[in-house]
């Protein structure tokens, strides 16, 4: 405790010596030692003055002006200021926090509890991955705008969903309320749900979550549903092997070659079980609707399994996909020859593994152009000759141009899994 207030006031409070009084608090909050001398290189007048007043001594009439810190502690010790330099400078301008020791005790208070997730983690592979990742990108550091308690509580609830999953259809607003309480702490937008759809686009293989479709099917490829009525998957002759409703619902509408849409809701609730057996090796998938729809009208019962995806594969069309591709089921697919179309195809490729089906660039040059080409060019990953087959002709070619042979493809292919 400072004896005497106001002779320190006096000592080492005057404005001549605010420059010494900030620097050495500035070195404090930043954990550097006292042993050192202080410089100051333009002082003005009244600094010269009153350094020379406080150490008793005459200073430069000119130049820089310096005073030596340990110098400075002896004094404030013998003149009986207080017990140091440390405390004499708290009593002038407050408490003085070590930033630099501050930092490092938050910085380890991070580093324990994530090591701690780890443990609760069971130390699965792809979640450990995860934490170390989030630990590296300090998105929770930020989220939680550093306050460690509040990220405990966050990523406990976090590892608590991770170490659910899979699960088999359970709607995201009944898995946020189980495990926190808060039905809504799994919405777009939440600190939650940005720190676990890193994770589960790790698991699903969806890259693109940060789009609301893609959000529905990364979530949907780990057994969660966020919005489970919307775009059902348009399929026509989709056999199954199961005895579930949607099995038989599936294979009624197949044995009178009618198109049926299933929901996400009824993939993940009552998972299709397929066979090559049944179903056969291999699934057509097209871009656009009256593809199905003139495959039922012309061939009906007579036409390989179809499925349109109806642009970029929405959250049914993935999971119905993921479950075909599970059972060792081949995926066919065609698309629009335009850009957007290319797009997709890339994406059926990555995703799925799928191969072409008239989709090349021999097709392309067969089939009957339509409108010019609009938008930047894509490359087709399968084909490379492709986009720059397309870049030259400038025309794009629809589905609906090349039904015919489409057509003919999905009856001859039916024909031969008879056959067989």
Wanted: aromatic share 4%; proline share 5%.
């Amino acid at each position: 405790m400072i004896p005497e207030p106001d002779r320190l006031e006096r000592t080492l409070g005057e404005r001549g010596l605010q420059w010494v009084i900030g620097r050495i608090r500035r070195r404090l909050e930043s954990g550097l030692p006292l042993q050192t001398k202080m410089a100051l290189r333009f002082p003005t007048q009244q600094q010269r003055q009153a350094l020379a007043r406080l150490l008793g001594k005459p200073t430069t009439r000119s130049g820089a002006i310096s005073v030596s810190l340990a110098e400075l502690d002896a004094l404030v010790r013998h003149a009986g200021l207080g017990s140091g330099l440390v405390e004499a400078v708290e009593a002038l301008s407050g408490p003085i926090v070590n930033h630099r020791r501050e930092q490092a005790e938050i910085a380890e208070s991070w580093r324990i509890l994530f090591e701690e997730a780890v443990h609760l983690s069971d130390k699965r592979s792809p979640v450990v991955e995860w934490l170390v990742e989030l630990e590296r990108s300090r998105l929770l550091a930020r989220l939680t705008k550093g306050d460690v308690d509040y990220g405990r509580g966050l990523l406990g609830h976090a590892v608590d969903i991770a170490c659910r999953l899979p699960l088999s259809g359970t709607p995201i607003a009944e898995l946020a309320a189980t495990v926190t309480g808060d039905s809504h702490a799994l919405d777009t937008g939440m600190p939650l749900s940005a720190i676990l759809l890193r994770l589960i686009s790790r698991l699903s293989g969806i890259e693109e979550w940060a789009t609301p479709e893609g959000r529905r099917s990364a979530w949907a490829s780990v057994g969660v549903i966020v919005d489970e009525l919307s775009a059902p998957v348009l399929v026509l002759n989709l056999k199954a092997s199961g005895d579930s409703e949607l099995d038989r619902a599936a294979n009624l509408h197949a044995q009178i070659g009618e198109p049926y849409r299933i929901s996400t809701r009824q993939l993940l609730r009552r998972r299709l079980r397929f066979t090559a057996a049944v179903l056969g090796g291999t699934v057509y998938v097209c871009e656009n609707p009256p593809v199905v729809a003139a495959a039922a009208e012309r061939l009906g019962k007579f036409c390989a399994p179809l499925i349109c995806i109806e642009g970029q594969p929405k959250t049914a069309a993935h999971v119905l996909i993921l479950q075909l591709r599970e059972a060792g089921i081949d995926i066919a697919y065609h698309g629009d020859f335009d850009w957007p179309g290319l797009g997709i195809g890339n994406v059926m490729v990555r995703r799925y593994g799928s191969t072409p089906w008239r989709f090349g660039t021999a097709d392309y040059q067969e089939a009957p152009k339509g409108k010019g080409l609009r938008g930047q060019s894509i490359k087709a990953s399968w084909d490379a000759a492709l986009s720059i087959a397309m870049t030259e002709s400038g025309k794009s070619v629809h589905e609906e141009a090349v039904l015919p042979t489409l057509l003919k493809d999905l009856e001859r292919s039916a024909t031969k899994e008879k056959a067989t």
